[in-house]
T-cell receptor, first 109, second 112 residues
Framework: QKEVEQNSGPLSVPEGAIASLNCTYS??????FFWYRQYSGKSPELIMSIYSNGDKEDGRFTAQLNKASQYVSLLIRDSQPSDSATYLC?????????FGTGTRLQVFP | GAGVSQSPSNKVTEKGKDVELRCDPISGHTALYWYRQSLGQGLEFLIYFQGNSAPDKSGLPSDRFSAERTGGSVSTLTIQRTQQEDSAVYLC??????????FGPGTRLTVL
């Protein structure tokens, strides 16, 4: 079992819709979780971090964490074509940051 | 301010040659990570430095790979006797809190 699992996609949503990206993890000890966005040919950039159960909102982005069920999700409201990218889920361990393989999101006009 | 920089941006080498990849982290960031990303794949963890120390080297793919960090700043990833399967983008990231990482632009390595 991979430590961080994501559906590779692509997830296709129309412009203006809500995109929902999901991630499950196996390490019950991890306390810190992150979402990174990676445009094609570019490096990952951090867009959200979440540390406690519940929701965390930042603009059009909402991260959700459920430690009991070991999943993290990212909601993107009012999706725009510029949101089209690969979204990487990550968790922190004592000596490393572990990334999932990412979900490719396509937002079509 | 200045972000993470990596050099060279592109490196083409012949199989069997040694290569050195350099990473300049954001000033003051004590944590530094190296990852490898093959085409269309996720991020493969290679090594983590806290200051100049690397507590976990288990991610290095083979003994041909080594890394060092000096002065708590610049890091070098060295690959000896390169193989075609080493071809990938090598990404460096730094962090001030060991968790929120800021990535450099990467070095694209092609082994012919």
């Amino acid at each position: 079992q991979k430590e961080v699992e994501q559906n590779s996609g692509p997830l296709s949503v129309p412009e203006g819709a809500i995109a929902s990206l999901n991630c499950t993890y196996s390490d019950r000890v991890s306390q810190s979780f992150f979402w990174y966005r990676q445009y094609s040919g570019k490096s990952p950039e951090l867009i959200m971090s979440i540390y406690s159960n519940g929701d965390k909102e930042d603009g059009r982005f909402t991260a959700q964490l459920n430690k009991a069920s070991q999943y993290v999700s990212l909601l993107i409201r009012d999706s725009q074509p510029s949101d089209s990218a690969t979204y990487l889920c990550a968790l922190s361990q004592p000596d490393k940051l572990i990334f999932g393989t990412g979900t490719r999101l396509q937002v079509f006009p | 301010g200045a972000g993470v920089s990596q050099s060279p941006s592109n490196k083409v080498t012949e199989k069997g040659k040694d290569v050195e990849l350099r990473c300049d982290p954001i000033s003051g960031h004590t944590a530094l990570y190296w990852y490898r990303q093959s085409l269309g794949q996720g991020l493969e963890f290679l090594i983590y430095f806290q200051g100049n120390s690397a507590p976990d080297k288990s991610g290095l793919p083979s003994d041909r790979f080594s890394a060092e960090r000096t002065g708590g700043s610049v890091s070098t990833l060295t690959i000896q006797r390169t193989q075609q399967e080493d071809s990938a983008v090598y990404l460096c990231a730094s962090s001030f809190d060991r968790e929120r990482a800021f990535f450099g632009p990467g070095t694209r390595l092609t082994v012919l």
